[in-house]
């Protein structure tokens, strides 16, 4: 079967698709379950649309290849059927449509079902959409637009001349005008002839019927309530839309925005793809650099390692330079370059033309100021300007250098070098990005002269990079307070090293619903950070996509497998959506792969005569003396339900279990997502555990979601002394009441 | 008291013989970060016999976090890729608690605690020293 039902469903005429010689129906769109309620699905045509003529034009559709239509008279319906892989489509038309037309139609349709389902370029289905329908309705033009921006639309592909094409490449949507409406409106506008312009866009009739244009069809393209665009076809007569034809546009356009949306989402989840490996080769490349520091060497030979990393993964060329001689002289400590030939050439060029130590960015000038030169691009007057002789100017136009970066290497706050980054033959651009990342470089790199800073140095490494796998801040979701945590262990002598707990929040494309991840990634270090970065991506991904939070997961386990980096690297991930009620309410829908527990305080107070007395008396039973400390004095004066799910692990097993279950929130209720360095927490009192989780999460005070995350987060912190002996995250996701 | 146990107290081999085709390794006190890379060396010190049974006993120890599942799943992925097997017992402890927790007991082949009696309440974590049996 070609046609995927999903493609189908919205259409706005009947689609019934039936599979093999009984005519099984497979597929009802929902116009079909309208227009034919006795249809079954799963059932042979003959039992229950036993009507002798259309079963056998759905016979000579499947066996002969040949197509038919065929006039039923309860409902009133033309029904068209055409063969369709081991099937028939059958699509229905008004009675009285032109039938050739229809047939010709529906077969168009079919063409374009099968090209807009496998095609993943905007342009060429912008160009399918067009151009096929411009010739089976006869259209003089067709321009399909995009919505690029707020308000505006932008042409994607056009069949007007290059000049016309030119003066709507960009058009501002304004009310009043058909295109406008059609697209703010969400319903196509038709225009059928200068009396059509003259009733309902007087002001624009002039324009509209400019060059002996008529008709126009202006449809626009929508999924779910997203805009997406337009296509607009023009006629060069009059023209009357007949209801099929309507039917028919308007099919295309469902279609096309379709089409278009599954491109842009594929995109996103490319570039989501090649963030994450770009930031897993960056954690990688920044961890092998603060291994170098540690390595017994001289200050030289770790330099020229740290060049030696840098070339060929980020730029053509490196070069490190130090202060010397009590900070009187500058000296090249290190270079790298994948040929020796060229380094020698520059040595030599150097020799002959000894560098000015005065030349704005310069290694000299940017040790001499600490602060970086930045050269996106190095034109040739840049060239000209630096040479001090024509055959000065040659030797270095050879050298062929089209992007640079230095930046300070700084040590307790004093600069005493420089790191230079030179793109050359690849031809590379440096960007904003590159530059922070060789400012880390050089900080990572400024522990060689600094052993002292080395402790320091990295845990503010494993600090920048967890940063880098979480939110800076969380997204204002209306409906909902949100609010996170994150603690990472406590360094002891083995240092600091980034660790793989996580949380994220994201917008997804329904409006109103929100994704929600907390995972822990096993172990630390880069690889468990990259871990971490594939998942917190993957799942943006997959959100972006619009998958349920099962679906999300069993990806999310596939796409670990696949990495296959580190065997027995595994990581456990609560995910949900929330879905904003407009009552203050709010519906989470969670999937857990071998996680701890969520749980969910509710506003409503316990009765404290008949909760909280007892619950004095089982104070010691959690396993935490009474003295224990922080929480435990208060009773539990809130319910709190644990969600009992707990599933498989991913990134070890191809088959595993994400069971999920639904939560409603209601106002003022909270769900709490926390990772295993909360109740596995060890203190003097033994393990912090799932009884003082509860009672913690339901003692009174925080009548907040940040006040929750704050007071659990204390309370964690507290129980240990403060020597946290894994990372502690924690997100809270309260109904707002 | 602040500092915590370093876990290095994870014991010796009982049984870390051949006994026909099986070679049992069993684990005491504390498995964590710190006591990972000691534990899998006696592992794959064990794996070097290739026996057609390895298994790994875990249901003495007094704490283990998600190391301890690292070691298992490592060498689950060795006897799988060598074509041995591998067994864990888990009896009522810390490990069996954390192995459920991930859904991993019907991923794995679990064995039952027989021959090794329990000498205290496994459920009960006995002061921050660890207490290797």
Known sequence: MRFEPTAVAELPFPVVITSGSNHVVTVVNASARRELPRLVAGRPMAETLADPDLLAALDRALHEGVEGAVDLVDPALTLGCVPSGDGVLVHGVPVGSRPAGARARGAALQGLTDTLLTEQDPAEIGRVAVTESMKLLGAEAGVLFLRTEPGVLTSLF?????????????????????????????????????????????????????????????????????????????????????????????????????????????????????????????????????????????????????????????ADWCAVHLLRQGGGVIEQIAVAHDDPAKIDFVRRVQERYPPDPTAPGSAY?????????????????????????????????????SSALVVPLTVRGRSVGALTLVHAESGQRFDELDLAFAQQIAATAAV???????????????????????????????????????RPQTADRSGVQVGGDLYDVVATPRPGRWAAVVADVCGKGPDAAALTALIRHTLRAEVAH???????????????????????????????????????TATVSLAIAGHPPPLVRRR??????????????????????????????????????????????????????????????????????????????????????????????????????????????????????????DDVALLVIEAAP | ?????????????????????????????????????????????????????????????????????????????????????????????????????????????????TDAPTEQPPEAVDGPSGTPT
């Not at chain 1, 050269?375 to 040739?380: A, C, R």
């Not at chain 1, 800076?472 to 409906?479: E, N, Q």
């Not at chain 1, 670990?560 to 904003?580: C, I, N, S, Y």
């Not at chain 1, 008949?610 to 104070?619: L, Q």
């Open chain 1, 448 to 486: 060689a002269l600094d052993n002292a800073g080395l402790y320091e140095q990295q845990r503010r490494i494993a600090h920048t990079l967890q940063s880098a796998l979480l939110p800076t801040v969380l997204p204002d979701a209306p409906g909902l307070r949100l609010a996170a945590r994150y």
């Open chain 1, 604 to 725: 409503r107070m316990a009765d404290p005569l008949a909760e909280a007395r007892p619950r004095d008396g089982e104070g010691g039973e959690d396993g935490a003396g009474a003295e224990g400390g922080i929480g435990l004095d208060a009773a539990p004066t809130a319910e709190v339900e644990v969600v009992a799910l707990s599933g498989t692990l991913l990134g070890v097993f191809t088959d595993v279990a994400t069971p999920a279950t639904t939560v409603r929130l209601g106002p003022g209720d909270m769900m709490v997502l926390y990772t295993d360095g909360v109740t596995e927490a060890r203190g003097v009192d033994g393990f912090y555990g799932m009884q003082r989780l509860i009672h913690t999460v339901g003692a009174a005070g925080p009548g907040s979601a940040d006040a929750l995350a704050e007071a659990l987060l204390a309370d964690v912190v507290g129980f240990q002394d403060g020597v946290l002996r």
């Open chain 1, 158 to 314: 056009s069949t007007w001349p290059a000049d016309i094409r030119a003066r709507y490449e960009r058009v501002e949507l304004h009310r009043g005008r058909p295109l406008s409406d059609a697209v703010l409106d969400g319903t196509p506008v038709w225009i059928e002839d200068a009396a059509g312009w003259a009733a309902r866009y007087p002001e624009m009739a002039a324009t509209g019927t400019a060059g002996s244009h008529e008709a126009t069809a202006c449809l626009p393209l929508r999924v779910d309530e997203r805009d997406l665009g337009a296509i607009v076809f023009s006629f060069g007569t009059r023209r009357t839309f007949l209801p099929d034809e309507r039917a028919y546009l308007q099919a295309v356009a469902a279609l096309c925005a379709q089409a278009l949306d599954r491109a842009r989402l594929l995109v996103v989840e490319r570039s989501a793809r090649a963030v994450a490996e770009r930031e897993r080769d960056r954690m990688e490349f920044l961890a092998r650099t603060g291994r170098l520091m540690e390595a017994p060497l001289s200050v030289e030979e770790r330099l020229q390692r740290v060049a030696d990393l840098v070339v060929p993964e980020l």
């Open chain 2, 1 to 113: 008291m602040s500092t915590l146990p370093t876990g290095d107290t994870t014991g010796g081999v009982d049984g870390g013989g051949t006994a026909g085709e099986t070679v049992e390794v069993v684990l005491h006190g504390e498995l964590d970060l710190a006591a990972y890379e000691h534990a899998e060396r006696r592992v794959e010190q064990a794996e070097r016999g290739s026996p057609e049974l390895l298994v790994i006993d875990l249901s003495r120890l007094t704490f283990m976090d998600s190391s301890g599942v690292r070691l298992v799943l490592l060498a689950h992925d060795r006897a799988r890729a060598a074509g041995r097997r591998l067994a864990v017992r888990l009896g009522v402890s810390p490990a069996q608690r954390v192995f459920d927790s991930l859904g991993l007991i019907d991923k794995l082949d679990v064995l039952p605690v």
């Open chain 1, 365 to 401: 000038e940017v040790t001499r100021t600490g602060e970086p030169a930045f050269f996106p691009e190095i034109p040739d007057e840049l060239l000209v300007a630096g040479a001090e002789d024509a055959e000065h100017l040659e030797l270095i136009r050879a050298i062929g250098m």
């Open chain 1, 546 to 584: 619009g998958l349920d939070p099962v679906e999300a997961l069993q990806r999310l386990n596939a796409a670990m497998l696949r990495e296959e980096r580190d065997p027995g690297r595994f990581a456990t991930v609560a995910h949900a959506h929330v879905d904003v009620g407009d009552d203050g």
